[in-house]
């Protein structure tokens, strides 16, 4: 089955500093991979996906980057603001569906 | 425009009681699905739903849990005789097709504590 993992469960960066969070997958037929944020006591929140055939795609302030050789999956957050602190969760899907796999989660800390 | 919503936010039960868990998806949607989050964990897929079918419930227990997405209505995660490890966080989604995209939209989820 398909396992999806992250590499620090805490990640704490400088207000203005980028961030990078890492994720890594285990199943190489998976088609999607996205990247969800969740803020304490709320759900996720979709951020950015990338598609397989891909290895980086950009949205605002963030970018999502993917080798499909080493299976790994990571999210840049440039300029990083109090308000990203939250938990990041990578999620891949296989098959052509959205039955997401999620991974453990990364909890993001922004210092002032 | 309302996005997905779930009730009740919060659930307290006694073991052996039933909770029943709602979920209206967004407006235009038709694809349903069930996601259990644990404290300090990820999302662990419980079951995929369209109105009036179950397409995929790899994810569901066995026992007590069951899950519908009537023609009219909610969709309903029900759990019977509740034990304290069904304790966690249930969150739906919603998608207006199953696009593949990934892009699915939470709700803000129901809180079951199991006494």
């Known amino acids: 089955g398909e396992s999806v993992g992250l590499h620090l469960p805490t990640l704490s960066v400088q207000e203005g500093d980028n961030s990078i969070i890492n994720c890594a997958y285990s199943?190489?037929?998976?088609?999607?991979f996205i990247w969800y944020k969740q803020e304490s006591g709320k759900g996720p929140q979709f951020i950015i996906d990338?598609?397989?055939?891909?290895d980086k795609r950009q949205g605002q302030r963030v970018t999502v980057l993917l080798n499909k050789t080493v299976k790994h999956l990571s999210l840049q957050i440039a300029a990083t603001q109090p308000g990203d602190s939250a938990v990041y969760f990578c999620a891949v899907a296989t098959g052509g569906g959205n039955k997401l796999t999620f991974g453990t989660g990364t909890q993001l800390k922004v210092e002032l | 425009n309302a996005g997905v919503m779930q009730n009740p936010r919060h659930l307290v039960r006694r073991r052996g009681q039933e909770a029943r868990l709602r979920c209206s998806p967004m407006?235009?949607?038709?694809?349903v699905y069930w996601y259990r989050q644990l404290p300090e964990e990820g999302l662990k897929f419980m079951v995929y739903l369209q109105k009036e079918n179950i397409i995929d419930e790899s994810g569901m227990p066995k026992e007590r849990f069951s899950a519908e997405f009537p023609k009219e209505g909610p969709s309903i995660l029900r759990i019977q005789q509740v034990v304290r490890g069904d304790s966690a966080a249930y969150f739906c989604a919603s998608s207006p097709a199953s696009q593949g995209t990934g892009e699915l939209f939470f709700g803000e989820g129901s809180r079951l504590t199991v006494l």
């Open positions: 990338i598609r397989s055939n891909m």
């Open positions: 407006k235009g949607h038709s694809h």
């Open positions: 199943n190489s037929a998976s088609d999607y």
